[in-house]
């Protein structure tokens, strides 16, 4: 999936196909605030982030947000691209 040319149906695709089950309380990787930061915190933060990332590609291409906020969701997606490979 190359990120210039998601289209809503490929990032709704990618949404319609996950567990986020894992991620809810009680779940495998769930991360309690407050919790103390454990170990694997990293891993659980880039599990999600690699789900959500299609969706925020897509967004940040989108000409009627604001170019700033655009701008914001790029330079958050690459520095998580560099902190989860």
């Known amino acids: 999936m190359q990120d210039q040319q998601l289209t809503f149906e490929e990032v709704n695709k990618h949404f319609e196909s996950v567990d986020l089950s894992p991620f809810h309380k009680g779940g495998k990787s769930y991360f309690a605030p407050g919790a103390g930061a454990t170990a694997d915190v990293l891993q659980k ?12 590609v897509l967004v940040s291409n989108i000409p009627l947000i604001p170019a700033k906020w655009r701008e ?3 330079t958050f997606i690459n520095l998580m691209d560099g902190i989860c490979p």
């Open 45 to 56: 933060i880039c599990s999600i982030y690699k789900i959500v990332r299609p969706f925020l």
């Open 72 to 74: 914001a969701i790029k």
